[in-house]
Structure formats: C-alpha cells, structure tokens
C-alpha cells in the first residue's frame, strides 16, 4: 500500500495538488470505507470495486475536482455537512460569520435568523445548534442547494428549529414569506467581480455553482439588493452579519449605512483581511 500512496501523491504533486500525501490517504481511505489514518496502515490488496472508486476518484482530483465535492462532505466550524457540485465549498474564512454572530447573540434566549443565500446551510446551522431556541430561515434560489441544505439539518437534529424557502431576494414578494421582524441577517452572499470569475482556480470556477459566485460587474449587486430589504425585516437593534470579498469592507459599510442601517464593525479574517462587516438597525 506504501507503493500504491507513493504513486498517488507523486500524481496529485505533478498536477499541482497543494497537500499530495495526504489528499492520496483520503482517497484511498475514501474508496476502502476508512479513515485516512487507517489507509496508511492498509495491509492487504484492494478489492476490484474498492480500485473501481479509487481509480475515478482519482482522475476527478487530478482534473481538480475539489476534495470535499468527491468525497461529499466538508468539516465546517464544528460540524461535517453534505456538500456537492449545487453548493458553494464551505470557506474557513466564512466561520468568522458564525464566531462574530455568536458574540453578538450570546446571552439571547430566543432568535430569529435568516441566511440568505444558504447553499449547504453551514452558517445557518452551526448557528442554530449553539442554542435549541433559537429558529432560523434560510433562503435559497437553488432548489437543489435546500436539499442539501435540509439533509444536513436532519443529520444535526435540527429539523425542528428551521424552515427552508426557494426564493430569490430579489423577488418583489419575498418579505411576506419571511417569518418577521428577524433579529438577525447573516449571509455570504456572492461577491466575485464577474469579470474576475475566469481567472479563478479550477476548483471554484468549475465546481462551485456561477450562481454563488457572480457578484455582478463590481461584485456588489447583492450587496445593495440586501441593504435594500434589511430595514423593513429586521426589528429595532437587529444585525446584520456579512462576509465580504478583498477591498469591500467599506464599500459595502457605506451600501448599507446608505439603507439606514449603522455601521458596527468591520473584522478581519486570519490572514488580516477585512473579512465580516456588520451592522446595526
């Protein structure tokens, strides 16, 4: 087997794969039904249906299939979720939402919360499962993505504490399908310039959904459609919790301050990067 992850990392490395080694123990873990730990230690030849999966998994990574889209699923802040090619990839930069939120719920007893633009529902979730009652909405155009989104609250037992609406919010009638006044509005929504989007790596560009991406000529449509809505569905000293691109922050700051909403906070991510900004009604 030593021979078998030499060769699979030596594959991944010459494609430009980030993390070789270990990409090639969880996908030969991945194709066995074990951990990557256990495949290293994998004494025994393959079955045929075992080198079946492993083959195709591999040719996927090799054409930069992301590994959570093979595999289905992505670690995000402290929980697993079912991820796939209708979803946006969970970011570890997008947990300073859910760290951020949290400080600004903590001691709340009761919470109304939508995401809009949910996708998997990462945020949403790992929001709700911090507290049992607390109730979320999570708002998606994409049909599919609330599938995803909906098997990944039953997996968390949280089926009871959220509901799911398809809709877009730029539906003139959206505000009259919400559960209101919200105390609170979370999103990632899409921030990428589109004239950016080609020079993305293969990974996003090719495997996460156009629609989670297209942030419009300046990356900043959603942005204003949002501060749009938000006064009207929020209640007074509700927030607004916000992931922004590189240089938005204060575009975006000043977008929503325009709608009547107080500028908060701006909070970098980890590498420095004004990465969350959130406001206030």
């Not at 929980?79 to 859910?98: A, C, Q």
């Not at 599919?144 to 009638?173: H, P």
């Not at 459609?225 to 240089?247: C, D, F, N, R, Y």
Request: aromatic share 6%; hydrophobic share 45%.
């Amino acid at each position: 087997m030593t021979l078998l992850l030499n060769d699979m990392t030596s594959c991944l490395a010459a494609a430009g794969i980030e993390s070789p080694r270990l990409e090639a123990r969880l996908l030969l873990g991945a194709a066995c039904g074990i951990s990557a730990d256990e495949a290293v230690l994998l004494r025994r030849e393959l079955t045929a249906g075992e080198r079946e999966r492993l083959d195709s998994m591999l040719r996927e990574r090799l054409a930069h299939k992301p590994m959570d889209k093979i595999l289905g699923r992505r670690g995000f802040y402290k929980y697993e979720f079912n991820v796939s090619e209708k979803v946006l990839s969970p970011r570890p930069d997008t947990e300073i939402i859910v760290e951020q939120a949290l400080k600004l719920l903590d001691g709340a007893i009761t919470q109304n919360i939508a995401d809009f633009g949910t996708g998997s529902g990462c945020i949403l979730l790992s929001l709700l499962a911090e507290n049992k009652l607390w109730h979320g909405q999570g708002i998606d155009r994409s049909a599919e993505a609330l599938q995803i989104a909906a098997q990944n609250a039953r997996e968390l037992g949280l089926e009871a504490q959220v509901s799911w609406l398809n809709a877009s919010w730029f539906d003139d009638n959206l505000a009259s399908a919400l559960r209101l006044p919200l105390d609170m509005l979370v999103s990632n929504p899409p921030y990428i310039p589109v004239a950016d989007i080609p020079a993305l790596a293969p990974e996003v560009k090719d495997y996460d959904p156009l629609s989670a991406l297209d942030g419009g000529a300046g990356g900043l449509d959603h942005y204003r459609q949002i501060a749009s809505l938000a006064p009207a569905l929020l209640k007074t000293g509700g927030w607004v919790v916000l992931e922004v691109g590189v240089g938005q922050a204060e575009d975006v700051s000043r977008i929503f301050a325009g709608s009547g909403l107080q500028p908060f906070k701006i909070v970098p991510d980890l590498a420095g990067i004004d990465r969350c900004v959130i406001l206030k009604k």
